[in-house]
């Protein structure tokens, strides 16, 4: 599939070309992650947010001629597109391409990688959520996908109305489903209450299941460099201390604007976080000293977003064999003195954090 990327560059936010340019990098591995073929790229500049297409329209025409220059189906937009503008910006483009916004790339990939029962669960309530305001008609006979349930429309009843009364059916069954795995989770962990618990937090492709396979051995979890490649927590045994049981858990990795409707529906799943006695923050130190100081905020952003307190954390700089700014790293030695810089991959000093968990169980 081939897809032009456009981000911009929010002039009335002062916002530099630089993050612009980040902005652009970063959805241009969203879109590698969906196996997009990147023909063309752009950064446009905004005085302001346009009400009704939020671009400038001569932007979008533009970027019109562009797509149908270089033969491209598909746009993916960095911003939030409302329903309204993502209907508006279609008018103006081809009925054939497809728009993406950043919300909507992001559950695309969601969708891919969801692989129990709980994460499939979770993407479709959150993707039934961002879907049922852009019903605009082209959602239609959605009862193939549902099972047939409430199909049948009243009197006068628009194939619209029945899409937006099938989806809130399958909103309410979803949050029950999910609620009644909330309930199996909290009786799994009032049984690991005796031991000490760790969770693994961080920025997407950050190499937590790199990190947990580091300390856990054998290597199992599935680990690949892409954002997103696991959404499931998965909980291991760390065998540290003969006389303590320690468990550490993987969670979902963390991006900047991550949609609220994932925030929501992946709630549940980080009250494992919230009721570790340690969290390892992971943070990926091959990026440049801007990127890396916009993932640690973005973590504790949405950590705070969550309402999840921390009360004990290591930050862990990892992928050390692959820095290009060693100046970087000296700025974050300085500015994290107890900071640990390893590299999960190739098993460089991980035993530095296998002596720091010990020194915090022993605080604990």
Not at 106 to 128: C, D, G, P, W, Y
Not at 233 to 250: C, F, H
Not at 329 to 344: E, Q
């Amino acid at each position: 599939m081939n897809c032009v990327l456009v981000a911009s560059r929010k002039i009335f936010e002062t916002q530099t070309n630089i993050d612009a340019e980040e902005n652009l990098k970063e959805l241009e591995s969203l879109a590698y992650t969906l196996s997009f073929d990147v023909k063309g790229k752009k950064i446009l500049n905004l005085k302001k947010i346009n009400s009704s297409i939020y671009y400038g329209k001569g932007q979008i025409k533009s970027i019109s001629s562009q797509l149908s220059s270089i033969k491209c189906d598909h746009i993916i937009f960095n911003d939030d597109i409302s329903p309204s503008q993502y209907k508006n910006i279609q008018k103006i483009l081809d009925k054939k391409i497809k728009i993406f916004d950043r919300t909507g790339v992001i559950l695309e990939i969601f969708k891919k990688n969801a692989m129990t029962r709980e994460s499939k669960l979770q993407v479709e309530l959150a993707s039934l959520q961002y879907m049922l305001p852009r019903l605009t008609g082209q959602w239609t006979h959605l009862e193939r996908q549902m099972g047939g349930v409430g199909t049948r429309g009243g009197p006068g009843e628009k194939q619209i109305e029945i899409d937006r009364r099938l989806i809130g059916v399958r909103i309410s069954k979803l949050k029950k489903d999910l609620s009644n795995i909330k309930k199996n989770r909290t009786t799994q962990s009032s049984m690991r209450k005796n031991a000490f618990r760790i969770s693994l937090v961080g920025y997407t492709n950050a190499g937590k299941s790199s990190m947990l396979n580091a300390l856990t051995k054998p290597n199992t979890t599935y680990v690949k460099d892409k954002l997103f490649a696991t959404l499931d927590t998965t909980t291991k045994s760390l065998q540290i201390l003969k006389n303590k049981k320690v468990l550490i858990t993987d969670t979902v990795g963390f991006i900047k604007d991550l949609p609220h409707n994932l925030v929501a529906s992946f709630r549940s799943t980080f009250e494992e976080v919230d009721s570790s006695d340690l969290i390892l923050t992971i943070v990926d130190s091959s990026q440049n000293k801007a990127g890396i100081e916009e993932h640690i905020a973005t973590i504790e952003t949405t950590l705070n977003q969550m309402g999840i307190k921390v009360q004990s954390n290591i930050l862990i700089f990892n992928k050390l064999d692959l820095i290009k700014e060693p100046s970087s790293i000296r700025y974050f030695k300085k500015k994290y003195p107890d900071a640990i810089f390893v590299s999960a991959k190739n098993q460089i000093m991980i035993e530095k954090i296998n002596h720091a968990i010990i020194a915090k169980i022993s605080e604990n």
